[in-house]
């Protein structure tokens, strides 16, 4: 025999509410946050579609521009044609457009957000509270830092896509003696110049605009390092580290490679040519001629 009171139902908690006429409501479950909904696929393709032509046609126009053995003619009429042929792409604008909206494609790592991180971690502060960092955004599509108080950005770029961004060329940008930044960002702007030796000097250039003791911040895709024929982490941290710039760290997201370095050495005389650091035919042909 069933021991007394079992053969009765058990009440649960809202059942029991309803009976005694309690207002107090049940919790409910909260309401989850709507993730947002990741750019399309076909709109991601399409920009580095667009990036990646853009960067093949700028390659093949500094190799022309440069070829000795073209006579003027021929030479003006390809310069012509390969303009003809980014301008139909859409040229500067369709890169920086298309860069723009990559930034949100590569997770909560944005130059902005990674530099903001590391001059925090590594304490890099105004000498003084009245004196704001001083720190130059070259290639900028925006001036992202212009909300952080304790900064003094100037941003530069041939192609200015705002007025909160100088148009200035930075192989003629030039710096007063005692002038110089505290900090500079080349972000996504070296893999854009077509001539490994204009990348060679864009670092060379580098050393005129950071004060000494200050910090350099570069920004390239994965691949220019991690599957390039002639370069390697290694081998670009040691041109850097040539220039009088020591690296103090580094990141790789899925897509894009982080350095952050520090002026304290002096330069010395180095020659870095192109020469292949990685046999097999995978690889690609990014490189940098110091």
Partial sequence: MAAPGNNFPVQTTEASHRQSGSSKAVPKDRKKKKKQKPKPVTEVRVDRSVISKLHVLNKELDAVRRDQSLSEKTKQARVNQLE????????????????????????????????????????????????????????????????????????????????????????????EEGCEYDAVVLSLVINFVGDP???GDMLRHCCRVTKENGHLFVVLPLPCLSNSRYLTPKLFCDMLDSLGFQKLCCHDSKRLSFLMFQRIGKRRSKSFPKQVVRKGPSHNNFSIVL
């Avoid at 990559?102 to 502060?125: D, E, P």
Wanted: proline content about 2%; glycine content about 6%; hydrophobic content about 35%.
């Fill in 84 to 175: 003809t042929e980014i301008q139909k792409i859409g040229g500067l604008d369709a890169y920086q457009a298309a860069s723009k909206r990559g930034a949100c494609c590569h997770g909560n790592t944005t130059t902005s957000n990674w530099v903001i991180k590391q001059l925090k971690k590594f304490k890099v502060k105004p000498a003084t509270e009245e004196r704001r960092l001083r720190l130059l955004d070259v290639g900028a599509l925006d001036n992202h830092y212009q909300r952080h108080g304790w900064l003094d950005c100037t941003a530069i770029d041939l192609n200015p896509q705002t007025d909160r961004v100088i148009k200035a060329d930075f192989f003629q940008y030039k710096v």
């Fill in 197 to 199: 030796k204009k990348r």
